[in-house]
């Protein structure tokens, strides 16, 4: 139990109440920075996640074994990667509108929200084309297997961090569709409540794009 002369932390907080009062609900604003806070951890994990790649990838070919790092059929394919990495930066611009429209209360945020979705989705699509068109495969050396499980693992951060959004949209639509009835507070007001979801995984969705560049440096033009 907190001392009167203890600071509290910054936010509003749910206020005391009486034994066998109802208590309030929660103000959004600490709901909205519980999920900045998160949203930052996971960039970290997400860091020395794919950092464990970038080691990988670096220290095998330092050794270059018998001179079979990257034997000359294992090309990517270009064309595709520069596809996969122009929809990647697209979808992250148009996230990054979708949060300053919202801070703008605009309602057009969930066109470009639905934007960034969309193209996150052909990125995903596109990188699995690439796999069907390469000549090689996990089991055939050393780039290829740093290659084949980066960016598969890669495409599962996405398609995570799409969910993520596509939920913030989805949420927007019912409450317009369906609009709260005689309600008070913060359900009156739902926007207030899918601001801080919307902030949280624009944030991410931008971090995984910048991450997203530098493997298509490292796998396509190193």
Known sequence: ???????????????????GVEIPAEPPDVAARALSVAARLLAGASTFF?????????????????HMW??????PDQ?????????????????????R????????????????????????????IEYTAQKFGPTDGAFASV?????????????????WLETQVATELRA????ARGAQGDIADPDRLIAGGLDAAVFYWSY??????ITYVVLYLL
């Open 70 to 75: 990257r034997p000359a059929h294992l090309k």
């Open 101 to 128: 429209g919202m801070k703008a209360r605009s309602p057009a945020w969930v066109g470009a929200a639905t934007a960034s979705v969309a193209f996150g989705l052909v990125a995903v699509a596109l990188q699995c």
């Open 176 to 179: 317009r569709r369906e609009p």
């Open 208 to 213: 995984l794009a910048a991450i997203g560049v």
């Open 147 to 163: 290659f084949c499980t980066w960016t598969a693992f890669y495409l599962i951060a996405v398609l995570g961090t799409m969910y």
């Open 1 to 19: 139990m907190a001392l009167p002369h203890e600071e509290k932390p910054l936010g509003l907080q749910i206020p005391a109440v009486p034994p």
């Open 50 to 66: 794919f950092l464990a790649f970038v080691f990988a990838y670096f220290y095998l070919r330092s050794l270059n074994v018998e």
């Open 79 to 99: 064309a595709l990667g520069a596809a996969f990495i122009a929809c990647l930066l697209i979808s992250a611009g148009a996230a990054i509108l979708a949060g």
